[in-house]
C-alpha cells in the first residue's frame, strides 16, 4: 500500500463548478497535511495546509480533514482555468523529523 | 525572503557520467529535502536533512547517489554513475522547525537528462 495515495485523475470540471480531489494516507501517527499545486514545468506550491479534523477555509479552497477514516481532501469552489495543475497531497509523517511525503498527484482540468 | 535557490536549472549528461546538483534553502531553514520527481509522478523524497544531519535517506539509492550538508546551510546531491532512469526533475526543499505547520518551500529544480 502506497504512503499517500490520490486518484491520478485527470478531472475535468466545468468552469464555475466545484472541483473535488482526495486523497488517503497510510500512516496513522501523521500530523499535518498538506495542498500543493504544480503548474506544468514549474515547482510545487502549497495552498492550505490543515493538522486537525473538520474543514478549514481560504477563499475558493477548502480543506477537510477525517484522521479516523485517514483522509484528507480540498474543494475548489468556483473553478477558474487558472486552476488547471496537478495537485499533490502531501503528509508529514512522524518519523524521526516528520519526513513529508507526496501523492502522485491528481491532474486537474477546467473547461472555459 | 529569499527563496530556495538551486543549481544548474538543466543538465544532460551520458550514462555512467558523474553530475553533481547544489540547493542553498532558506535562510535559517534546518530541514532540507532533496526529492526526485520523474514525469508524471509525485515528488519522491530521496533524503532529508536536519542542520547537518541525515533523517531519512530510506529512499536514496545509495550505490550512486550520494548528499552532504557539512556546514547545515546549502547541500549538494551527486550521481555517480548516472542511469538512463535517473532522468527526472531533482527538487530541493527547506522547512523551519516544527511538526505541524511545517510547511515546505522548492526550489526551481534542476532537470536532468539522461542519454
Known amino acids: 500500500q502506497k504512503e499517500v495515495e490520490q486518484n491520478s485523475g485527470p478531472l475535468s470540471v466545468p468552469e464555475g463548478a466545484i472541483a473535488s480531489l482526495n486523497c488517503t494516507y497510510s500512516d496513522r501517527g501523521s500530523q499535518s497535511f498538506f495542498w500543493y499545486r504544480q503548474y506544468s514545468g514549474k515547482s510545487p506550491e502549497l495552498i492550505m495546509f490543515?493538522?486537525?479534523?473538520g474543514d478549514k477555509e481560504d477563499g475558493r479552497f477548502t480543506a477537510q480533514l477525517n484522521k479516523a477514516s485517514q483522509y484528507v481532501s480540498l474543494l475548489i469552489r468556483d473553478s477558474q482555468p487558472s486552476d488547471s495543475a496537478t495537485y499533490l497531497c502531501a503528509v508529514n509523517e512522524k518519523a524521526g523529523g516528520f519526513k513529508t511525503i507526496f501523492g502522485a498527484g491528481t491532474r486537474l482540468f477546467v473547461k472555459a | 525572503e529569499a527563496g530556495v535557490a538551486q543549481s544548474p536549472r538543466y543538465k544532460i549528461i551520458e550514462k555512467r557520467q558523474s553530475v553533481a546538483f547544489w540547493c542553498n534553502p532558506i535562510s535559517g531553514h534546518a530541514t532540507l529535502y532533496w526529492y526526485q520527481q520523474i514525469l508524471g509522478q509525485g515528488p519522491k523524497l530521496l533524503i532529508q536533512f536536519q542542520n547537518n544531519g541525515v533523517v531519512d535517506d530510506s529512499q536514496l539509492p545509495k550505490d550512486r547517489f550520494s548528499a552532504e550538508r557539512l556546514k547545515g546551510v546549502d547541500s549538494t546531491l551527486k550521481i555517480q554513475p548516472a542511469k538512463l532512469e535517473d532522468s527526472a526533475v531533482y527538487l530541493c526543499a527547506s522547512s523551519g522547525m516544527g511538526h505541524l505547520n511545517t510547511e515546505a518551500f522548492f526550489g526551481q529544480g534542476t532537470r536532468l537528462t539522461v542519454v
Open positions: 490543515i493538522y486537525s479534523n
